[in-house]
């Protein structure tokens, strides 16, 4: 348990941010992050940049900028490089993943051209509908690891870095569950050696990010770092990690409009999801067993949220169905439909349609940045192993073995503002309020 209001060290030098996975997020990332030290764009979407947070009583008026409330490294800080299956330079991903328009690439151009992924680890077997070409090789998974951290090394010592953040920005895997193997480092360490099936390419940059003291989230609904030989390394070293799956989309609207349904009782027969996708992770989700793990992330949602076992008259039945079709045409800009079917007061039914027309990489885009900040600032902090405060940002949040995972957006941000507050030896806040009535 850390301390209240610690003595956190200042962010001061470079901070490398290590991206497994350059494709459209990460390249709407650092094309973002380019363009505001530019003075070309504003980091909306970003609670390290644009958020605030109260401190004290209401009659205080004490509402700072969290990024002047606590010591995150500068935007100018932030160093990019990282992993992926093509070697297209970063201003040729871009351009291809269509998320931004050419006018704005092009005044950005020299610096995303600077920037070419190193050969990624990967294994078609994990990711059946990508072929890649840029890949390393190696006799096991061990020797893949130990190239990741010499990229590492050398990405440090030739940026000289002061530290570095690991964002899992690539595809989603196929589905696989923690078994043996995975229980304690010295059996997974052996399962790299033998080149075992349950260590996936996710897992192998986790490892090597783990081994170098280097904080790792995790983007995607893949197992990766969410193994007890993980999680216990961590907290034992004092490395923050974090995950699973960004929470953007179909997701983070369900995660918004269920904490209203529940707070006023209002009661669900179903829930009905779909969405058409066309970029390369509606591709990947064509596949039936990579559909199968983002589809376990999507579902426990709204179980945990409504929590049925306590309401069972109001949610004890609801049918909640989940469908992703790749639709090449519609690229990066995804459609979520959602149906909901709700009753109310004497059971009469009700319905709520929403049709979200969103962009998948604009909207996860800053959620990479605050990860990369809020690590950073959790390692400088002394807190290791789970980082359950920053549930706010995943679709499937880690916590600890014996508790359930936190899925209201309201309850999350709460959690994380009041970390925020802990950490620097504010009064947490309640919203009692009875204090301005006594």
Partial sequence: MIE???????????VG?????MGAVSTTLIAGVIAIRKGLAKPIGS????????????????????????????????VFGGWDIFEDDCYEIARKAGVLEGRLLDQLRPELEAIR??????DPQYVKRLRGTHVKSGKHKMEQAEQIMEDIEQFRQSRGLSRMVMVWCGSTEIYMKANAVHQKLESLERAMRENDPAVPPSMVYAYAALRLGVPFANGAPNLTVDVPAFTEFAARKR????????????????TIIAPGLKARLIGLDGWFSTNILGNRDGEVLDDPESFKTKEESK??????????????????????LVRINYYPPRGDNKEGWDNIDIFGWL???????????????ILAAPLVLDLVLFLDLAQRAGMGGIQEWLSFYFKSPMCAPELYPEHDLFIQLMKLKNTLRHLRGEELITHLGLEYYD
């Avoid at 209240?4 to 470079?14: D, N, R």
């Avoid at 059971?347 to 990489?361: A, E, N, T, V, W």
Wanted: with cysteine; proline share 9%; hydrophobic share 40%.
């Fill in 4 to 14: 209240k209001g610690v003595e956190i060290p200042p962010a001061a030098g470079k």
């Fill in 17 to 21: 941010v290590l991206l497994p996975g």
């Fill in 47 to 78: 609670l390290t940049q644009m958020g605030t947070l109260r401190l004290g009583k209401r009659t205080e008026r004490r509402v700072p900028k969290i990024k002047d409330f606590v010591p995150l490294a500068s935007l100018d800080d932030l």
């Fill in 117 to 122: 992924p190193w050969k990624a680890v990967f």
């Fill in 239 to 254: 490395i923050p990690v974090a995950g699973k799956d960004f929470k953007t989309g179909q997701t983070l609207v369900k």
């Fill in 299 to 320: 579902l426990s949602v709204l179980e945990y949220i409504l929590q049925p076992e306590l309401y069972p008259d109001l949610y004890s039945k609801f049918h909640h």
């Fill in 347 to 361: 059971g009469y039914p009700m319905q709520l349609k929403i049709d979200f027309l969103c962009r998948d990489s």
